[in-house]
Every structure is written in structure tokens, then in C-alpha cells.
């Protein structure tokens, strides 16, 4: 069946990663893959225009079906694929509602990471001023103060919906982001110990997880160092 699959993908992208992990936990490796550069303007190409017209990743194609957003794909697959690899929608309506209301948190934890890490290359140099670098950082600052509660509430060593879920697919690639961008080798030394601990231990518990170790980011395994853009959050 996943030779049926195809997917256009963008690395360090937590939209492309969602998918990637999805697919490897329903055991749907074998699937085509191919790696775009967001640096060279590939995902505004016309191969990746023709099966999403917003150019963007990742594209994703199962036979004639086409799913572009991330979120629906990993859906799409959960539901199609429910008898093969890992449940990722739980049994019980209260984990249902958790899994549900996380994922779709977790949209907004990339929106507001997105705001940060890519102010510099999505407004014009003309139009960039202090205050909304400042209040782009205040806002995911409060963002990951109120994941650090959430995370509160989690019992130790468990995920966001009690077993791993699609939650934990939607949310990880951008805690990892922000772990990344905060400088992995000094930074995450800080979150762990004083302001992010809850989310540093989510981190330490999801890392080594073979579908996420899998699917890691080519870039950050040769570079493991990571970022300072965060380092003042």
C-alpha cells in the first residue's frame, strides 16, 4: 500500500515531520519521498504547484488522493490504516477530547514559533520594526508557559493524551523547534533546568521514539548544535 504513497517534503518543517512520523507509525515505510529545499525556492516549484497549488509542504499523494495539510494527512492516514502499526486516536472519549483539543493547540504553538524563528525572512526589511519582534516573542513566550502547564497535568513518563496519539505527532516537531532554535547545546540547558522543565522532559521522553529518531531532520543530525534565536525567551 505505501508504494502507492508519495511525499513532496521540506526538512526541519514540523508540517512535513507530522506526516513522516504518521507514516512510520502505521508502518507505512516504502513509501516515495523526495526532499525539497525551502532555501532554493523548490516548494515553489511547478512539480509541487501540481499537487498543491499554495506551494507548500508537504504534498502528499495516496493513488489519485491528494492531501496538503498536514493535519488531514496524518487523520487521513489513522483512519484509513487503523488495524496496522500504532493506534493514534484513542478508545475513550476523555483522551479523544484531550488528542483532539492538543492537536489542535498545537497549530497555534507553530504559528507562534513560526512568528519568531522566521520574522526575518517573511517581512521585508523595510517593514520590520522592534515592537512586533518583541511582541512575537512575549506572545510564544506565554504560549510555552501554558504547554509547560498542560504539561503539568501529565503523569511521568506519559504523553499528552495518556498513550501515544496523534496529539503527540502534531504537537513534538515544534517543541523540538523550539529546543532547536533556543541553541541545543546551552539554551536547552536553561529550559530543562529553570523556566521549560515539563517540556524538556516531554522532549527527553518523545527524542529517542524510533518513528521520531527515524524521521529527524537530516540537517540537525549533521549539525546538532542547533540555534540562538530563542536563547532570550
Avoid at 101 to 116: C, F, I, P, R, Y
Avoid at 121 to 143: I, M, Q
Avoid at 154 to 180: E, K, Q, T, W
Amino acid at each position: 500500500m505505501a508504494k502507492l504513497m508519495s511525499l513532496l517534503w521540506g526538512a526541519g518543517s514540523p508540517p512535513c515531520w507530522r506526516v513522516m512520523i504518521t507514516l512510520e507509525e502505521k508502518k507505512l515505510q516504502g513509501y516515495k519521498r523526495k526532499l525539497l529545499s525551502f532555501e532554493k525556492g523548490e516548494h515553489k516549484s511547478q512539480e509541487v504547484l501540481e499537487v498543491n497549488p499554495r506551494g507548500q509542504l508537504p504534498a502528499f499523494k495516496h493513488g489519485d488522493i491528494i492531501l496538503n495539510e498536514s493535519c488531514a494527512t496524518c487523520l487521513y492516514l489513522e483512519n484509513q490504516f487503523k488495524s496496522q502499526g500504532i493506534k493514534l486516536i484513542p478508545d475513550s472519549a476523555d483522551d479523544q477530547a484531550a488528542m483532539y483539543q492538543h492537536m489542535m493547540e498545537g497549530l497555534a504553538l507553530t504559528d507562534k514559533l513560526n512568528s519568531v524563528i522566521y520574522y526575518d525572512c517573511s517581512v521585508p526589511e523595510e517593514e520590520r520594526h522592534d515592537f512586533a519582534v518583541k511582541r512575537n516573542k512575549e506572545a510564544l513566550t506565554a504560549e510555552l508557559k501554558l504547554w509547560e502547564g498542560y504539561l503539568e497535568n501529565v503523569a511521568a513518563g506519559s504523553y499528552l493524551a495518556g498513550a501515544f496519539s496523534l496529539a503527540d505527532v502534531i504537537v513534538f516537531p515544534s517543541i523540538a523547534c523550539a529546543f532547536r532554535f533556543g541553541n541545543m547545546m546551552c539554551f536547552l540547558f536553561r529550559l530543562s533546568v529553570g523556566r521549560y522543565p515539563k517540556l524538556a522532559k516531554y522532549y527527553s521522553l518523545l527524542k529517542n521514539r524510533a518513528s521520531i529518531k527515524t524521521t529527524w531532520p537530516p540537517h540537525w543530525v549533521a549539525s546538532p548544535q542547533g540555534y540562538d534565536i530563542l536563547k532570550d525567551l
